[in-house]
Nanobody, 124 residues
Framework: QVQLVESGGGLVQAGGSLRLSCEVS????????MGWFRQTPGKERQFVAR????????DYGDSVKGRFTISRDNAKNTVYLQMNSLKTEDTAVYYC?????????????????WGQGTQVTVSS
């Protein structure tokens, strides 16, 4: 059984930082792309970042470019999202996901397994 467990969310003031972690069990992530998405009530789940297997290449949503960094530690079967210069509009539930392939992109359907999410709240 594949499980993803996010942690590291919480309440932070605007301009602050948080580091999210996503620990995976039941599947080795080293051969898959990994992604982070976020969702607010009443809105569709939004792509935040993803890291591919090949050359560890990364992509980011336009709203987080230059502020967020995705990384992975294959030895720990864990993916991270470092979030800096947080804004109130970053408030959301953040989800990590395992891609169906090693080159999964920003589309939700390109991801097979999802975590339960962790709440990030940025106050002004």
């Amino acid at each position: 059984q594949v499980q993803l467990v996010e942690s590291g969310g919480g309440l932070v003031q605007a301009g602050g930082s948080l580091r999210l972690s996503c620990e995976v069990s039941g599947r080795t992530i080293s051969t898959y792309a990994m992604g982070w998405f976020r969702q607010t009530p009443g809105k569709e789940r939004q792509f935040v970042a993803r890291i591919r297997l090949s050359r560890q290449s990364t992509d980011y949503g336009d709203s987080v470019k230059g502020r967020f960094t995705i990384s992975r530690d294959n030895a720990k079967n864990t993916v991270y999202l470092q979030m800096n210069s947080l804004k109130t509009e970053d408030t959301a539930v953040y989800y990590c996901a395992i891609g169906r392939t090693s080159f999964a992109g920003p589309g939700i359907s390109e991801y097979e397994y999802w975590g339960q999410g962790t709440q990030v709240t940025v106050s002004s």
